[in-house]
């Protein structure tokens, strides 16, 4: 039903800009309505054929101009009540000013003076001949280069009022081609300073890699944008690469995604947990194949010493079949991962979901790395637009005694290609003592 909802979507935001946007008329709503048909069948492999072969250049020529297209359409629905309401007002408004006059017809040029052929001396040179030029010289110079009075406004009153209903639906459409087709396909590292307190002399300066979120699958994330991330990855040199789940979307490209992860060095190893969209993929038994093929330890409720350090993995806290997260599931399970917790361990816990800190209690839980949210794919700052709606969305937080701390990366990947100021990242951990 996606695509049948989101025609009917953008069929309202093309009939909002008809009856709200000053000039918008038989021609652009055509061209909106050809567009919006095009929109509709780019999605149909996605969402009805799911087994149909679309070419390499698929993603790049189609998916993502269609997504510029829903995106806008998305924030100009949003926006409505305030440009709708302004455009109405500034058709009154223009209907009201009277015509423009046409312009005044251009005067004929002036006749050409007559010539005049000076005497010439015995030697055959003009006289009186430097004189006129340089007069002729000092008047043009002396002459204003156009009349004041004639100079129209560069904006008049009526093609203010025609242009200013269009700033936000405009706006919307610059914002989202910016971040569909330049700022999605951008790949950052970010470098997270971590300090802990009691933190082991053997771990200063531990690099831990995380990777989350990438979404891989042939109309999602492609694997070229999951490549030039690890390759970023592997010249920071990690420790411990840690990927903390929703890898990949498609089951045939599971173990592919994987193999890849594992190529990154790291010397103390690749641990991971598993996310949300590993339940929609289904056969638990092969994922876990897929994970002991690419000689990645899967942590499920488990823990590893590393030195002093502690890695722990939980599972994706669900009830069956529902893929929500079920907070009265989480305080079990933790304890079930920290159960071989050493007193004087550093302990680091990988959770897919960020809202596992907030049962984390007094277990003596160093740091936690997330993902889950991609932080809302619109940054603020080092947070994100998403935090009054969804907390912990993005970046560092603490518990209210200060003992422990939580990161949370916006991820690689997306299932809609969209960010802006949220760019796709992997992240460097080092910890440092506090």
Known sequence: MFPVVLGMLCLLWIGLMR????????????????????????????????????????????VLPSTVVQVAMLAGLVSAPFWVLFGRLAKGWLRTLPEPSPPPEPSPPPAPEPVRVLPADSAGRALGWPLPRALASLRKRLQPAADPSALAPLLSRRALLAG??????????????????????????????????????????????????????????????????????????????????????EPRLHRDVLRLIRQVPARLGHFACLGN?????????????????AQIQLLQDESVALGKLRLGGISYPHNGGNPRMDPDLVPGLLDETLRERQGDETTVLLSHHPHVFQHVGDRGLALQLSGHTHGGQLGRGEGSWMEPLYPLARGRYRSPDGASELFVSAGLGHWLPFRVNCPPEVVLITLVPA
Do not use: K, M
């Open 164 to 249: 200013a209903p269009w700033v936000v639906p405009g706006g919307a459409l610059i914002i989202s081609a910016y971040g569909s087709l330049i700022e999605s396909r951008r790949v950052v590292v970010r470098r997270v300073q971590i300090a802990i307190p009691g933190l082991h002399p053997s771990l200063h300066g531990l690099r831990i890699g995380q990777v989350t979120d990438i979404h891989v699958a042939r109309l999602q994330t492609q694997l070229a944008h999951l490549e030039r991330g690890l390759a970023l990855l592997a010249d920071e040199h990690p420790d411990l690469v840690c990927p903390t789940g929703d890898l990949c979307d």
């Open 19 to 62: 009856y709200a946007l000053p000039g918008f008329g038989r021609r652009l709503t055509r061209l909106s309505l050809v567009v919006v048909a095009l929109v509709v069948l780019s999605l149909l492999p996605r969402f009805l054929w799911r087994g149909v072969f679309t070419p390499p250049w698929f993603y790049g020529w189609v």
């Open 277 to 293: 969209h590993e339940l929609y993929l289904g056969q638990p038994d092969r994922i876990r194949r897929d994970y002991e093929s």
